[in-house]
C-alpha cells in the first residue's frame, strides 16, 4: 500500500517552496542575459550565414552545427571544467551565462534567417523605388515585418532556456533545482521537494505561454 506522507509532505512543502524561490532571480536572470545576448548573436550570425563572403558562411554554419549538435550539459561542463586547463578560469554564472548564449544564438539565428528569407524580394523593389537605401529598406520594411514572423518560435527558444536552467545546479549555481536538492539533502525528503520545483516550472512556463498567445495575438492585429 502505497503511503502518500512519504510522496508528500504538507509540511515540508510549506517550508521549502519559500527557501527555493531564493533562486528564482538566478533561474530568470541566467534565461534573460542568455536570450537576450543570444538574440544579439544571433542576428549577426544570421547575416554571416546569409552574407556572399565563403568565411562568414562558414563560420556561421560550423558555429550552428557546433551548438545544436552538442548537449547543453556537455557544453556547461566543458566550459566550467574544461577551460580552466586551458587557463581560462570562470565562476558558475559567467559560465552558465555563456552556454546558454552560444546555443541559443544558434537556434534563434536560424529563427532570424528563416524570417528575414520569408520576406518577398518585392519589398526590396519596392522600396528602391520609393527612393529608400539597402539599409533604411532593411531597418524600415524588412525588419519590422520579419519580426512578426521570428517572435513566436523566438519565445519558445526562451522558455527552453528557463527549463534548462536547471542544468546548472551540477556547476553549484544556486537556481531553484539548486535550493531543492540543499534542502531535500538536509530533510531527508527529496520526492516533497522536488514535486515543489515542478510546480514553481509549471507556474512559471504557464504564465509565460498566457503572455506568449497574447503577443502574438497582438503581432496578428498588425
Known sequence: MIKWEALFNLELAIYAIPRILQGLPYTLGLSLIGF????FFGFFIALMRQSRLRVLRYIAVTHISLM????????LFFIYFGLPFMGIQLDAISA??????????????????S??????????DAAYALGLSKTQTFKYIIIPQATRICVPPMTNVLLDIVKSTSLTAAI???????????I???????????????????IICT???????????KLAIY
Open 36 to 39: 537576450i545576448l543570444g538574440t
Open 68 to 75: 545544436r549538435g552538442v548537449p547543453l550539459m556537455v557544453l
Open 96 to 113: 552558465s551565462i555563456i552556454a546558454f548564449t552560444s546555443m541559443s544564438s544558434a537556434y534563434i539565428s536560424e529563427i532570424i534567417r
Open 115 to 124: 524570417g528575414l528569407q520569408a520576406i518577398d524580394k518585392g519589398q526590396w
Open 172 to 182: 553549484t549555481v544556486p537556481e531553484i533545482l539548486n535550493q531543492a536538492k540543499s
Open 184 to 202: 531535500g539533502g538536509a530533510k531527508s525528503d527529496y520526492m516533497t521537494v522536488y514535486f515543489c520545483v515542478a510546480l514553481i516550472y509549471w
Open 207 to 217: 504564465t509565460y505561454a498566457l503572455g506568449q498567445a497574447k503577443l502574438e495575438k
